[in-house]
Nanobody, 127 residues
Framework: QVQLVESGGGSVEVGGSLRLSCAASGYIFGSFCMGWFRQAPGKERDGVAFIGTHGTTTFTDSVKGRFTIFRDNAKNTLFLQMDSLKPEDTGMYYC?????????????????????WGQGTQVTVSS
C-alpha cells in the first residue's frame, strides 16, 4: 500500500523560502512519476511541479524559476524547494504518484492518473 506523508509547510513572508518533503513507502519509489499539487482556499487543486523517473521535470508557469522539484531515491523522499514565495502560492500542498508515464511532462498532462495522495501540508505566504 502506497503511503505518502508531506511535511515542511508553514507561514512565511513574501520573498521567503520553504522546502517541502514527501516521504514515500509501500512501493518502488524510483519507478513512479511524482508531482506536487496545491489547493488554494475556494479553488480547485492544481498541479505545480512534476518529476519523472529519470529526473525530467516540468512546472506550471506561475512557479517557473522559483520552485525546484527533486527526489532522493535512496531516501524515498520527494522535495519541493520554494523560493521567492508570493501570496498567491498560499494553499495546501499535496504530493502524489502516477504510474501513467515515466516522463514528467506526460504525467503532468494527466492529473487524473495520479492515484495515491498524501494528506497535505499548509503553506501560507503573507505580505
Amino acid at each position: 500500500q502506497v503511503q505518502l506523508v508531506e511535511s515542511g509547510g508553514g507561514s512565511v513572508e513574501v520573498g521567503g523560502s520553504l522546502r517541502l518533503s514527501c516521504a514515500a513507502s509501500g512501493y518502488i519509489f524510483g519507478s513512479f512519476c511524482m508531482g506536487w499539487f496545491r489547493q488554494a482556499p475556494g479553488k480547485e487543486r492544481d498541479g505545480v511541479a512534476f518529476i519523472g523517473t529519470h529526473g525530467t521535470t516540468t512546472f506550471t508557469d506561475s512557479v517557473k524559476g522559483r520552485f525546484t522539484i527533486f527526489r532522493d531515491n535512496a531516501k524515498n523522499t520527494l522535495f519541493l524547494q520554494m523560493d521567492s514565495l508570493k501570496p498567491e502560492d498560499t494553499g495546501m500542498y499535496y504530493c502524489a504518484t502516477s504510474q501513467y508515464s515515466t516522463i514528467a511532462a506526460i504525467c503532468a498532462s494527466e492529473h487524473g492518473r495520479f492515484d495515491s495522495w498524501g494528506q497535505g501540508t499548509q503553506v501560507t505566504v503573507s505580505s
